[in-house]
């Protein structure tokens, strides 16, 4: 149970986190796979994971995580949130048919889905209260639904050129919950997407945790790995309850 819960907590919250105007594909990406080396850190110590995502735009949206180190391991959800988490050195696995997290809250799947443009605020019930301009950026907030007001507060979106380059989200007493940075964005099929995403949790006023995701080896369509986006879990795998 302790790698599966490393893996949450470095590979699933970070893929899951977590936008003015939604840039919508030119050329339609149905397939998409990269490689992603991710350094975390917090009160100093410091950790590094490498892992291999897939992503489909079929069925609504399919994702899988392949986890290469600190070990192995395969996490696969689906747009209704269907989760599965495999362990393959032990043959577990982990079940829940509804985790309450979707492969529709990937940012893969705002860039890939011309969702840029409010990053899901939107479809989670926010409302645009504000938007001001400021040094050639567009600053948008954004306030909770009522049924999350008094838990959550505003969530901020900045854009230049047209991109989404932070985000932050903020609790009822206004103090930041977390902050995401896009950068080195590139072209992919005429997609504009980020290469570079570094994230600030803030789980006290004075302790957060940093870390930076780099993406690379990016393949679409055709030179997608069909094997390990559509992995099969062994019928012989022990179910973890």
Do not use: C
């Amino acid at each position: 149970m302790n790698r599966i819960t490393l893996f949450l907590k470095f590979l699933l919250m970070p893929f899951l986190m977590v936008t003015l105007a939604s840039f919508m594909p030119q050329k339609q990406i149905e397939r998409m796979s990269m490689n992603v080396t991710s350094k975390s850190l917090k009160e100093g110590k410091s950790v590094t994971t490498t892992a291999e995502v897939f992503y489909t735009s079929a069925n609504g949206g399919y994702m899988t995580t392949h986890s290469i180190k600190p070990f192995e391991s395969y996490m696969m959800i689906n747009s209704k949130g269907e989760l599965k988490i495999y362990d393959p050195k032990d043959n577990t696995v982990i079940i829940k048919p509804n985790s309450g997290i979707s492969s529709q809250a990937s940012f893969m799947y705002y860039f890939l889905n011309g969702g840029t443009a409010d990053m899901g605020l939107k479809a989670a019930g926010f409302s645009i209260a504000d938007t001001r301009f400021e040094n050639g950026m567009v600053v948008t907030t954004w306030m909770p639904p009522s049924v999350l007001v008094g838990v959550m507060g505003k969530a901020e979106l900045v854009h230049e050129n047209y991109l989404p380059v932070y985000m932050a989200y903020y609790n009822s007493k206004s103090e930041p919950v977390l902050k995401v940075y896009y950068s080195n964005f590139t072209n992919i099929s005429d997609v504009k997407f980020p290469l570079s995403v570094t994230e600030f949790r803030f789980t006290s006023p004075k302790d957060s945790t940093i870390e930076k995701k780099v993406y690379s080896e990016v393949k679409t369509n055709a030179l997608v790995n069909e094997q390990q986006l559509n992995f099969k879990i062994p019928e012989n795998a022990r179910i973890i309850k």
